[in-house]
């Protein structure tokens, strides 16, 4: 698993950094990162360089991985939906990154593209804060890049999950290639569900909840959700999204991705500045 960086903090003079992915309007990133890097005393910006799906993307994606390479940018973390799209870019996948098959965080090392995946040490520091449970069954929402890194997880963590997505073929790929004999595959529909009843933990890695898909849940309507499951919810902004809501509503424990976001940033500024980064700074820039 993925190991924070220690060392003392080695900068250049001023710090380009940014995030991209498709839509951004939402993201929290800069206001947490420029603060971060002012408690610091780090000169520099973190921006945001939106780039839509691939293949109208690709273009702007590898305008990014150059300017990595050429030092024009010194780190860049990477959102849906560019979190595999970007992998044939990269020279260098950190172990976890490679076994995710994800990138979230990506820097350059004498002109070589670094890929690294601060998402699942991010979350899994986030979920035991938030509820420290002990390990159980866990149902995954969702099959993208996300779900990767929380599968990742949670399966070396020692949970069994099963993962839930629309498109079943999907789910059983990755379970199959995070999970082995911890992890297996459903529908996201209410008859598959279901048969879920017993899960400790329901995760949505999906983007519904989050703009502009507010008001939408992944958790199919008229379904009673598991009695005694937590829920955690990746998407962060708006804070509260209907799925929490609806867990809250039903009596569970429930938690939004903000800590998750933080967790994960922190980790990809110590990789990018070898510096402990300041989560209560970045936790509290959030919350403007």
Excluded at 2 to 30: I, N
Excluded at 52 to 76: Q, S, V
Excluded at 187 to 210: H, R
């Amino acid at each position: 698993m993925f190991t924070a960086l220690t060392t003392h903090c080695s900068h250049p003079s001023s710090y380009s950094l940014g995030l991209t992915g498709w839509p951004l309007g939402h993201s929290l990133s800069p206001r947490m990162h420029n603060a971060a890097l002012a408690a610091l005393g780090l000169a520099g910006e973190y921006r945001l360089y939106p780039a839509p799906p691939l293949p109208d993307g690709a273009a702007a994606l590898t305008a990014l991985a150059g300017d990595l390479r050429a030092g024009r940018l010194h780190g860049l973390n990477v959102t849906i939906p560019h979190k595999q799209a970007v992998l044939p870019l990269v020279d260098s996948l950190s172990e976890t990154a490679r076994r995710i098959g994800a990138v979230n965080t990506l820097w350059a090392r004498s002109g070589a593209l670094q890929g690294e995946n601060t998402d699942a040490p991010g979350f899994l520091a986030d979920l035991q804060a938030r509820f420290g449970l002990p390990v159980g069954r866990a149902l995954v929402l969702g099959a993208g890049g996300s779900a990767r890194a929380v599968v990742y997880a949670l399966a070396d963590a020692g949970w069994r999950v099963c993962v839930a997505a629309r498109r079943l073929e999907q789910a059983a790929g990755l379970a199959a290639s995070l999970g082995g004999r911890d992890a297996r595959a459903c529908a996201l529909e209410p008859g598959a569900l279901s048969a879920e009843q017993g899960v400790d933990l329901i995760v949505n890695t999906t983007p519904l909840g989050m703009a502009p898909h507010t008001g939408v849940s992944p958790w199919p309507d008229g379904l009673p959700f598991p009695k005694s499951a937590a829920v955690y919810d990746l998407v962060y902004n708006p804070r509260e999204t209907r799925l929490l809501a609806d867990a809250r509503r039903a009596g569970l424990a429930a938690s939004g991705g903000l800590g998750m976001l933080v967790e994960q940033a922190a980790l990809s500024l110590e990789l990018w500045t070898g510096c402990s980064a300041p989560r209560e700074v970045m936790y509290n820039a959030c919350q403007g």
